[in-house]
């Protein structure tokens, strides 16, 4: 069975830095493309930032960028988001999204989701 | 930024019945169209990708279809555990990669 895992959620003040991770089970996370996706309380889903299975390909929301830096450890087949200058927008479900496109068919796995709350 | 717009934001109907919800896009996203499912206190569930073809272990009565910017996901016979909100997502031109707001079916 696969599992993707998403960690390091917590409460943060506003301003400070937080860094999740995502590691998987049931599959080589190095061999995909990742995605962070979020959910503020009660509203839908926003697309964070991308990075490729090689990391070669780097993406980010206009309003992440400069703040959130995603990477990936490939000896600990794994990869992390660090957040820097953290704002009570940020305060949401982080799911971390592993994808990968073989033989023309798509294959998707949705970690659980970690919860960072920014607050005083 | 391709902007999806899902409707109607909340559809009532009962077990059994056939439902269809609408995603359009504000241009063209060729096929490159997904849908999820979320219940509540859940991670989504990756239903359709392509606009029509399911996700591995998706069960037939959930069916895509549309391409350009005209969307579909039709439930054939609504079971109890299909109540829940649905998102559509184009692939298409990113980033960044963009949902629609969501469509809540409940129980009428």
């Known amino acids: 069975e696969v599992q993707v895992v998403e960690s390091g959620g917590a409460v943060v003040q506003p301003g400070g830095s937080l860094r999740l991770s995502c590691a998987a089970s049931?599959?080589?996370?190095?061999?995909?493309?990742v995605n962070w996706v979020r959910q503020a309380p009660g509203k839908g889903l926003e697309w964070v930032s991308h990075i490729s299975s090689s990391g070669n390909k780097i993406e980010y929301l206009d309003s992440v960028k400069g703040r959130f830096t995603i990477s990936r450890d490939y000896a600990k087949n794994s990869l992390s988001l660090q957040m820097n200058s953290l704002g009570a927008e940020d305060t949401a479900v982080y799911y971390c999204?592993?994808?990968?496109?073989?033989?023309?068919?798509?294959?998707?796995?949705w970690g659980q989701g970690t919860l960072v709350t920014v607050s005083s | 930024e391709i902007m999806m717009t899902q409707s109607p934001a909340t559809l009532s109907v009962s077990p059994g019945e056939r439902v269809t919800l609408s995603c359009r896009a504000s241009?063209?996203?060729?096929?490159?169209l997904a849908w999820y499912q979320q219940k509540p206190g859940q991670a989504p569930r990756f239903l359709i990708y392509?606009?029509?073809i399911r996700a591995t272990g998706i069960p037939d009565r959930f069916s895509g279809s549309g391409s350009g910017t005209e969307f579909t996901l039709t439930i054939s016979s609504l079971q109890s555990e299909d109540f829940a909100v649905y998102y559509c997502?184009?692939?298409?031109?990113?980033?960044?990669?963009?949902f629609g707001q969501g469509t809540r079916l409940e129980i009428k």
């Open positions: 392509g606009s029509s």
């Open positions: 999204l592993a994808n990968s496109w073989f033989g023309g068919l798509l294959t998707l796995y």
């Open positions: 049931g599959i080589t996370l190095n061999n995909y493309d």
């Open positions: 997502q184009q692939y298409h031109n990113w980033p960044p990669l963009t």
């Open positions: 241009q063209s996203v060729s096929s490159d």
